[in-house]
């Protein structure tokens, strides 16, 4: 419970911060710091929440509470980092002084134990503040406005005139692609939206669902993913930008049977495998009322699931798919069952066009080049030779599996362990916040030894691994990840500077996702400029090459190059507002 004029105050202040001449002119009102907090305290307040002295977040309990976030603790540090931490009720009110409260207060500097009670503190609040405890929805002071999460004690009229806007002209001209986005999907009502990695596809998914909300068009929303790092990352989005019940269904979470017993007012978080199981039981007068996105729609199209999916989809009255590359070379089976499902590409937002506002940071590209060796020239010849003798033969002899049994040699192929360990003897900042994509967790342990001997702080990620060490990483507790397919798809570390391409296939698909990795703009970074890394084999001359796929390492390496010639464009300021993306 605020008053208004203190809200009016607090959210003024973070506006500010997005809008150079709100910022200007409420700065201009401050002479005398200590004066105006005693005198002018809303002003003052407003003041240092847009300098970024002060920020203000708004707790609320989830479904499973129905109580208020009634706790109370803090953390104060000092510049030698020493701290105290306090865990009880220090309320200033009169109601306060008649009560029974208390208090308990940790000192970081007397001992082993008091040191790790203050830490449990500081984790707790930042876990909190992150909004990662899951008994907690937390918003940022706008997001609460916005959403009435905000009683008022008083009536009373706006002490001043409503800012104009959260932010800048130039901020919004620069994401005018989500509402463009979101525009189309509206026209449509179902539809795929191809917008590259980092330029905020989840936001814009989440920004029609609360659209369709408020316009009483849906009722319910299923949102389908792939992989446990990335299902969880929604989960967190979820929480943070909706106020609904959110169930899982994937993992270890077993909530889908909740979620159908009252589907009305809820979300379901799915694998996408798990659709299969879900989409028959939930009842069809739903259906008409329902939001069903889609992540990494191209997956959608696996044989498997069209198989058990054909005819599911469609009914549900609201489908949107995201992607940066949602066609799947090769499949055309699976390129048409999503266009019949979801619905055919209705809006594009590329790399290019992303570069180009600052969405995306500019990049170097390094080839690095290698030769087959004769065992694997033999062996392409040999994959060659049994495609053509099973069509002499008359039997079904997909030309995309010869497409993949010699992209298969070329990814695992040893000749280029040789030329990596030359580079990043020579550049060791090659591997710092580095991500390195390998074909299998075998030719990953080709690779470790020269991580070894460079005494890079590195781990492996791959199937079967410890989830923990991708947190490592995020963290900045490790400086480079070694890894197969796990993190090629939606996972959002901003730090990552560079990628090692050792295995990349001649749909750009995979590749795209993993560039992806790279170039996401780092708040904490301002001077951030990507590197990607990758293997070229000029075309051998001497093998006989039906497919063309011995000419895919020169065709990616034109496309990186292009790629990498893209300037941000003069006016464009690099982005930095975290909750854009």
């Known amino acids: 419970m605020l008053e208004r004029e203190d809200c009016a105050a607090l959210n003024q202040g973070a506006n500010a911060r997005n809008d150079p001449k709100l910022r200007a002119a409420l700065n201009g009102t401050i002479e005398d710091l200590e004066r105006d907090l005693s005198h002018d305290t809303l002003t003052a307040l407003a003041w240092m929440i847009a300098d970024g002295l002060l920020d203000f977040r708004v707790a609320i309990p989830t479904a499973d509470l129905d109580g208020d ?101 130039e901020n919004d001209e620069r994401w005018r692609h989500q509402k463009d986005a979101a525009a189309a999907f509206f026209k449509f009502g179902h539809g795929v939206l191809e917008m590259a990695t980092g330029t905020g596809k989840t936001r814009t998914a989440l920004n029609i669902l609360e659209e369709l909300r408020e316009r009483g068009l849906i009722e319910t929303a299923i949102v389908a993913a ?114 019949n499902e979801i619905g055919p590409v209705i809006f594009r937002f590329g790399l290019k066009e992303a570069i180009q506002r600052g969405i995306l940071c500019e990049f ?15 062996a392409i010849r040999q994959a060659i030779k049994r495609h053509h003798a099973k069509a002499r033969a008359g039997e079904a002899a997909a030309v995309e599996t010869l497409y993949r049994e010699i992209a298969r040699i070329r990814k695992v192929t040893v000749e280029k362990i040789e030329p990596f360990r030359e580079y990043v003897t020579r550049n060791p900042k090659a591997l710092d916040r580095c991500i390195i994509f390998v074909e299998t967790a075998e030719y990953g342990a080709l690779v470790q030894p020269i991580l070894m001997d460079l005494r890079t702080d590195f781990h492996t990620y ?4 410890d989830r923990d060490n991708l947190r490592l990483f995020a963290r900045g507790d490790l400086q480079c990840l070694l890894t197969c397919h796990r993190i090629s798809e939606g996972i959002d570390i901003r730090s990552v500077n560079n990628i090692v391409l050792f295995a990349s296939a001649r749909a750009r698909l995979e590749t795209v996702q993993r560039l992806g990795r790279c170039l996401r703009i780092d708040p904490d970074n301002d001077a951030k400029r990507a590197r990607v890394v990758d293997f070229v084999q000029p075309r051998p001359i001497d093998v006989d090459d039906p ?12 496309w990186f190059i292009e790629l990498s010639a893209i300037r941000r464009q003069i006016g464009s300021p690099v982005v930095r507002h975290k909750s854009q993306l």
Do not use: M
């Open 69 to 169: 976030f009634h706790d109370k603790f803090g953390i104060f540090r000092d510049a030698t980092g020493d701290a105290i931490a306090f865990h009880g009720s220090p309320n200033d009110s009169e109601r306060a002084f008649r009560n029974y409260e208390s208090i308990s207060i940790y000192y970081s500097w007397l001992d082993a134990r008091e040191a790790a009670r203050v830490d449990n503190e500081q984790n707790r609040f930042e876990l909190i503040w992150n909004n990662g405890d899951v008994n907690l929805r937390v918003y940022a002071l706008p997001d609460a406005v916005r959403r009435n999460l905000i009683a008022f004690t008083t009536r009373s009229a706006r002490p001043y005139p409503q800012p104009s806007g959260s932010g800048s002209a």
């Open 547 to 558: 497919t063309g796929e011995l000419n895919a390492d020169e065709e990616r390496r034109d």
């Open 462 to 465: 791959y199937q079967d691994d």
């Open 364 to 378: 170097d590209y390094v080839e690095l080049n290698y030769a087959l060796s004769d065992e694997d020239r033999v």
């Open 226 to 339: 792939f992989g446990t790092d990335l299902l969880d990352q929604w989960h967190k989005e979820l929480l943070r930008h909706t106020s609904l019940p959110v169930y899982r269904a994937y993992e270890q979470y077993r909530e889908a049977q909740s979620f159908l017993n009252a589907p009305k007012e809820a979300i379901l978080l799915t694998s996408r495998q798990n659709l299969t199981d879900v989409l028959p039981r939930l009842r069809p007068t739903a259906f008409d009322k329902t939001l069903l996105i889609c992540d990494e729609v191209h997956g959608l199209g696996s044989p498997a699931l069209v198989a058990s999916l054909t005819g599911r989809l469609k009914p549900i009255r609201y489908r949107l798919g995201l992607s940066a590359t949602p066609e799947r070379i090769y499949d055309a089976d699976g390129n048409r069952f999503i266009e």
